[in-house]
């Protein structure tokens, strides 16, 4: 009996909400870890210049966008969200407000990962361990609360963590806007800036989306998906500041 028990507890541990708790902690550790809570992160995506700055739980996440001889800058903050045009106040409309918070702060989300993994709101759960491509990797679902999950608490997301490296390689995402799709990206071009891990991206989608996350290592391996894009940021500078919001 005292042996059921010990593999029982076993088991509990090491594929439980504490286990999943302390992976995603140092992989965030690895990535970067505080180093992303006070620090300025520059870089270029698809055209547009991002801007974070974070500092005591303050956070400022900038967006411009050069539209023919104007030039939009958007900015989202504790606060909300305010807009300039050419550097001149510009009200944005109730129903646009939520949008254009979202692409802001989505890019931010995903150029930052594994960075936010910890908030609040994020429920994590180890399904189990799978071997991809010969590496063997965690495999963490993500789930949020509705209360400070954002407007798309709904998603779902799943993680493939390196077991030995502790590095998040690969990961996909069901989403319900638009229609709803389903999205499997892996990692490529790492680079450490400052002290902190950014990568690239190849974007793969699979059309049917009742198609479950967890199957999406198995038909990656069998070429089943489709390459859709690129996830490439770029023109990446980091500053390492205390206090400065």
């Known amino acids: 009996m005292l042996f059921f028990i010990l593999i029982a507890v076993w088991f509990m541990i090491s594929f439980g909400q504490f286990s999943a708790q302390d992976i995603i902690q140092k992989t965030i550790e690895n990535a970067g ?6 620090a300025i992160i520059d870089f270029t995506f698809r055209g547009k210049q991002y801007r974070s700055e974070r500092s005591n739980g ?11 001889d104007d030039l939009l800058h958007d900015v ?5 969200l305010s807009r300039t045009v050419n550097n001149c106040h510009q009200q944005v409309p109730d129903s646009l407000v939520a949008r254009i918070s979202d692409g802001i702060n989505s890019v931010h989300y995903f150029a930052n990962l594994p960075y936010g993994l910890n908030a609040a709101a994020v429920r994590k759960k180890m399904v189990g361990e799978v071997t991809i491509r010969g590496n063997l990797y965690y495999k963490m679902h993500i789930t949020f ?4 999950g954002g407007t798309d608490f709904e998603d779902e997301f799943m993680y493939w963590i390196h077991k030995e490296n502790y590095t998040v390689d690969y990961f996909a995402y069901k ?6 799709g389903i999205r499997f990206r892996e990692a490529y071009n790492p680079r450490i ?3 902190i891990r950014f990568v690239d991206y190849k ?4 059309d049917d989306i009742s198609t479950s996350l967890a199957t999406l290592d198995t038909l990656f391996e069998k070429n089943r998906l489709q390459l859709l894009s690129v996830i490439a940021l770029e023109n990446i500078y980091v500053y390492m500041l205390e206090n400065q919001l």
């Open 58 to 68: 303050l956070y400022r996440l900038e967006r411009r966008i050069e539209k023919g």
């Open 203 to 206: 974007n793969y989608k699979t």
């Open 193 to 195: 800036i400052e002290g």
């Open 33 to 38: 870890g505080s180093k992303f809570e006070d």
């Open 175 to 180: 989403y319900a806007v638009n229609g709803g």
């Open 145 to 148: 609360d509705e209360e400070g």
């Open 76 to 80: 989202l903050t504790n606060n909300g």
